[in-house]
């Protein structure tokens, strides 16, 4: 089944604890993303890739690294966070590489940052 | 600018009636514009999008009309139903030296009553 994943689903954790929320597909996908969705803010970008060794910055990247050593991982880096980046967060990929073709998201990562 | 701004932010409508749905962008870079649909508990999914070539894109009860000049789009629902129930997200992106950006708007949330 074609799918984009996410682990955890749930994470609360506390202020300065360094996590990783892991983003997979198996579309042999170029692009993929993070989003944070907020209540009346919307879906806000934080990252995106391009491609293996390709990323750049969306509209609110402070605090928060992305790598892509692999075409189908994209993991999100949060060294330390904060209680402001409590938030719901998704993960989302598409092919080929561009901004005008299904971008197909994860099921969401809730992190409560206390 | 980078805004994509949406309205109404919720929104009822009868069973069987017009449901319409407002975003307003002011970059003339944006030349991707996607419709994502979301229910509680679940990631976006990609509705319907129109590239600027086009004034209108209909796919089933659903209707994207694009407006360039007044840079506007909206969404219409025709003959809304009860499980169209959800929160509805318009975005633009745009290509700037090859990669892509995503913004969405603040999302409308939608009832149809039965």
């Not at chain 1, 209540?39 to 402070?62: A, W």
């Not at chain 2, 409508?13 to 509680?40: H, L, M, R």
């Not at chain 2, 318009?90 to 290509?95: D, L, M, P, R, Y």
Request: positive net charge; charged residues 20%.
């Amino acid at each position: 089944e074609a799918q984009v994943t996410q682990n955890p689903r749930y994470l609360i954790t506390v202020t300065g604890k360094k996590l990783t929320v892991t983003c997979s597909q198996n579309m042999n996908h170029e692009y993929m993303s993070w989003y944070r969705q907020d209540p009346g803010l919307g879906l806000r970008q934080i990252y995106y890739s391009m491609n293996v060794e390709v990323t750049d910055k969306g509209d609110v990247p402070e605090g928060y690294k992305v790598s892509r050593k692999e075409k189908r991982n994209f993991p999100l880096i949060l060294e330390s966070p904060s209680p402001n980046q409590t938030s719901l967060y998704f993960c989302a990929s598409s092919f080929p590489a561009g901004g005008t073709d299904t971008q197909y998201f994860g099921p969401g990562t809730r992190l409560t940052v206390l | 600018q980078q805004q994509v701004k949406q309205s109404p932010q919720s929104l009822i409508v009868q069973k069987g009636g017009i449901s319409i749905i407002n975003c307003a962008y002011e970059n003339t870079a944006f030349d991707y514009f996607p419709w994502y649909q979301q229910f509680p508990g679940k990631g976006p999914a990609l509705l319907i999008a129109i590239r600027p070539d086009v004034s209108e894109k209909k796919e089933g009860r659903f209707t994207i009309s694009f407006n360039k000049s007044a840079k506007q789009f909206s969404l219409h629902i025709m003959d809304s139903q009860p499980g169209d129930s959800a929160t509805y997200f318009c975005a633009a992106s745009k290509s700037t030296s090859g990669t892509y950006k995503y913004i969405f708007g603040t999302g409308t949330r939608l009832k149809v009553l039965a």
